[in-house]
């Protein structure tokens, strides 16, 4: 059985930082991807930002240059290191990881930004 655990996330005031983290756990042969996607009240779940084996990225126009993903492979976990938050940044963040065909997810982590 295979599961993702996230942590990191929180209250934290506009401007200020958070580090998510992810990890994959169970019946892992090799991750391909991983990602990280959020969905706010109302709104529909979107990327943020996600990074491929070999270490290529691409990230929602909406956080370059503030936010940055990166992967630690022999631990099988990935990082969202969130830098300049904004207000409209609140939302549940979810981490994915895609292998052997199927796409699996966390069960999210509430960020909370206040001006």
């Known amino acids: 059985q295979v599961q993702l655990v996230e942590s990191g996330g929180g209250l934290v005031q506009a401007g200020g930082s958070l580090r998510l983290s992810c990890t994959v756990s169970g019946s892992i042969v090799s991750i391909n991807a991983m990602g990280w996607y959020r969905q706010a009240p109302g709104k529909q779940r979107e990327l943020v930002a996600r990074i491929v084996n070999g270490g290529s990225t691409n990230a929602a126009d909406s956080v370059k240059g503030r936010f940055t993903i990166s992967r630690d492979n022999a631990k099988n976990t990935v990082y969202l290191q969130m830098n300049s938050l904004k207000p409209e940044d609140t939302a549940v963040y979810y981490c994915?990881?895609?292998?052997?065909?199927?796409?699996?997810w966390g069960q999210g982590t509430q960020v909370t930004v206040s001006s």
């Open positions: 994915n990881a895609f292998f052997t065909g199927r796409i699996y």
